[in-house]
């Protein structure tokens, strides 16, 4: 089995449908070519970062224009740099 495995203090991302809406509140659907590329994705692999803070299948916000696109084996990845990480989504309870 071959798989991806980011380099130096790069963390994988596996982008996906499930971040973006196709919808307004209004109900109006929007083309994929007026969305908004999304920021957020799941963590799918993490370099040799020390102390990462994430883990893999996390889901993070990163920078908008961050990071380098490739598709591998029909899925849609993002290799961004540790750095460019700016929070990660957890689930809290409710008050």
Do not use: C, W
Request: proline share 5%.
């Amino acid at each position: 089995m071959k798989e991806l495995q980011p380099l130096n203090e790069y963390v994988l991302l596996e982008q996906g449908d499930e971040f973006t809406e196709s919808k307004t509140a209004g109900g109006i659907i929007i083309p994929d070519t007026a969305k908004e590329k999304p920021q957020i994705a799941r963590v799918t692999a993490i370099g040799n970062v020390e102390n990462p803070g994430i883990s893999v299948g996390d889901v993070v916000v990163y920078k908008k224009y961050s990071g380098t696109e490739m598709a591998y084996e029909g899925r849609k990845f993002l290799f961004v740099p540790y750095a460019d990480l700016l929070a990660k989504i957890v689930e809290t309870e409710k008050i």
